[in-house]
Nanobody, 131 residues
Framework: VQLQASGGGLVQAGGSLTLSCSASGRTFSFVGIGWFRQAPGKEREPVSLISPSDGSKYYHDSMKGRFTISSDNAKKTVYLQMNSLKPEDTAVYYC?????????????????????????WGQGTQVTVSS
């Protein structure tokens, strides 16, 4: 699976950005896919992921109500709409995908294993939120 991410940028606090991740090379329905982020000096953490086959979604607690993940299965593309952005959202955002283990983690909302369950990483895209 090849992942192509886009949509990062600089935005003021309270603003919005939409990230896109396009996948190729594998049937889209059989992957879990979504976004992780890594801020300077911090570990990479799951932000939001989706299982396109059944619509299950995971959100990090600090993003609930502000971020929305969606998928266009025909286009093999996942979108992350980020609203009410905060300076602490500043990070490099990585698109990621995995097989049944990641799907299971998404369905059971088990973030601890998610980074291990990722099989494919896309390039990062920088999101900077100014105060």
């Amino acid at each position: 699976v090849q992942l192509q991410a886009s949509g990062g940028g600089l935005v003021q606090a309270g603003g919005s950005l939409t990230l896109s991740c396009s996948a190729s090379g594998r049937t889209f329905s059989f992957v879990g896919i979504g976004w992780f982020r890594q801020a300077p000096g911090k570990e990479r953490e799951p932000v939001s992921l989706i299982s396109p086959s059944d619509g299950s979604k995971y959100y990090h607690d600090s993003m609930k109500g502000r971020f929305t993940i969606s998928s266009d299965n025909a286009k093999k593309t996942v979108y992350l709409q980020m609203n009410s952005l905060k300076p602490e959202d500043t990070a490099v955002y990585y698109c990621a995908a995995g097989g049944y283990r990641l799907i299971h983690a998404i369905v059971t909302k088990s973030p601890r294993s998610m980074h291990v369950d990722v099989d494919y990483w896309g390039q990062g895209t920088q999101v900077t939120v100014s105060s």
